[in-house]
């Protein structure tokens, strides 16, 4: 992706978060305001942009894995991964929970674990 390119999705991606991830003290929150992607990631090819754009942003670091936490953080980090399979880089998802899953291998963690001294990137689509 050249610079032209990457400064077009990003203004892009930018515009659609600013219209459908930000929440302004709405529903009693006790939050003045809040930046939550999760709804902007899952309208349209908004996912794949930011995927794209997150993608070209961390491969420099070389990344194993790919972590997210909660059930939001799957689409983003699948897309991720999908990204870097197009560029030829296989990476791993690890997805946490936020409780211990009671049953099967009751595992807070889901996904194959890496050998030691591979490299992770945390993804999260809330602050």
Known sequence: MNKQEYEQKRLWLYHHLLNHG?????GGAVLNWLADFREGLQ????????AELI???IKKYNPDV??????GA???CSAVQVIAA??????SILLGRDERKNRNRKRIVEGPRPAPGHKAVIIDDIF
């Open 66 to 71: 790919i972590y997210g936490h909660g059930f």
């Open 43 to 50: 309208q349209g090819s908004a996912v794949l942009v930011a």
């Open 55 to 57: 993608w070209h942003k």
């Open 22 to 26: 930000f929440w302004f003290g709405e």
């Open 86 to 91: 197009q560029e030829g880089k296989e990476v």
């Open 74 to 76: 799957a689409g983003i």
